[in-house]
């Protein structure tokens, strides 16, 4: 896999830099209940589209490797940021 084939899936789901497995799920789902002949709107070059997108977007989440550095964890917890910013501060945390 590529950057680009990542930026390329990204951009079939319209879905920014930073995005939940969740969110890639929910965002397939829409997709291609959207394109499926069942629902009158059968296009099947965007169904490939749309699965070859899921299949490297969920191929890059699989081989990731996360990192569980406190850094990481107050990027991806904005309240234990704040806690920890301003957590000792008179005014602000007490």
Known sequence: M???DLQRALDVFCLSERATLKEIKARHRALVKRCHPDAGAADAERIREVNEAYRVLT?????YQFSFSREEFL?????E???HQF???PIWGG
């Not at 191929?59 to 081989?63: I, K, T």
């Open 59 to 63: 191929a890059y989440c699989g081989n």
């Open 75 to 79: 990027r991806q917890d904005p309240d």
């Open 81 to 83: 940021w704040f806690r």
């Open 2 to 4: 590529k950057y680009q």
């Open 87 to 89: 957590g000792k501060d």
